[in-house]
């Protein structure tokens, strides 16, 4: 016997689905959880707009997600270029 998808109903509040700007993201990591900062740096501050914790399993299945998006995108509209680093700002997009 198939098993039918289950739908599971979202809620979200208006600020939430307006989203957050980030130009910077760090991503920490222990053996349990990765750990991803999404920061708007604007030299000399910055802000820390929102942090999402989930698991090394998760963290594999959004990576190939995000793989997906940009082939599908870059078959739509063309090669995205990366960006360049920020100069001299020590932010951007890091590992830690």
Known sequence: ???????????ASDADLRGVYANGVQVQHTKEEFCMDFLNVFAPAGTLNARVITSPGHF???????QENVALYEKSFGVIEEAAPAQGSGFGFETK
């Open 60 to 66: 594999k299945r959004l990576i190939r997600a995000m």
């Open 1 to 11: 016997m198939e098993q039918q998808p289950q739908q599971i109903q979202i809620k």
